[in-house]
T-cell receptor, first 114, second 116 residues
């Protein structure tokens, strides 16, 4: 079974608008961590934001926020005030328990239009 | 802090040759490093987990004799693609984990391998 599901292969967003990238996960471990990474065309993986399973508050980092709905097992990424430089592929990933290993979703390509 | 480098960034080789890719954690010690493979517009596929001083743990379907991994020190892991063939052409990315924090992985910039 897929541990991380990203159902949006590609999305277009107008500059300065917000965009939500969906991510659902599947785990039976009560302790887990959820990550979002950005991969521009250069290929580097850029860490954006982290949410721990026991965190009470939704994580935020600048223009990035994570909408964590534990009961629904979803961890959607919201990018506010999109910029042209946000055009990239975005991956949701999960770490379970004390394991450092990450399970990645299929990714969502975001294209920001001027 | 938490910088991971990879060398080379690009390599083109002839079919049948071996290629070595280095992954270094520059400012921290990494007891565990990971090697991923990524095809165009696809997700990262974990190939193996590399632990310093011990044998790598390979994911199902990854040939350990084809992809040799050595983690000789706390700051260096190498991936050697032996007898490379065109189907081995891919983007190879390493990451290193550091204890503490989120237990997050820090990624190298990747190596694009083209086998002619």
């Amino acid at each position: 079974a897929q541990k991380i599901t990203q159902t949006q292969p590609g999305m277009f967003v107008q500059e300065k608008e917000a965009v939500t990238l969906d991510c659902t996960y599947d785990t039976s471990d009560p302790s887990y961590g959820l990550f979002w990474y950005k991969q521009p065309s250069s290929g580097e993986m850029i860490f954006l934001i982290y949410q721990g399973s026991y965190d009470q508050q939704n994580a935020t980092e600048g223009r990035y926020s994570l909408n964590f709905q534990k009961a629904r097992k979803s961890a959607n990424l919201v990018i506010s005030a999109s910029q042209l430089g946000d055009s990239a592929m975005y991956f949701c990933a999960m770490r379970e328990g004390n394991d450092y290993k990450l399970s990645f979703g299929a990714g969502t390509t975001v294209t920001v239009r001027a | 802090g938490a910088v991971v480098s990879q060398h080379p960034s690009r390599v083109i080789c002839k079919s049948g040759t071996s290629v070595k890719i280095e992954c270094r954690s520059l400012d921290f010690q990494a007891t565990t490093m990971f090697w991923y493979r990524q095809f165009p517009k696809q997700s990262l596929m974990l190939m193996a987990t590399s632990n310093e001083g011990s044998k790598a743990t390979y994911e199902q379907g990854v040939e350990k004799d084809k992809f040799l991994i050595n983690h000789a020190s706390l700051t260096l892991s190498t991936l050697t693609v032996t007898s490379a063939h065109p189907e081995d052409s891919s983007f190879y990315i390493c990451s290193a984990s550091r204890t503490g924090g989120f237990n997050e992985q820090f990624f190298g910039p990747g190596t694009r391998l083209t086998v002619l």
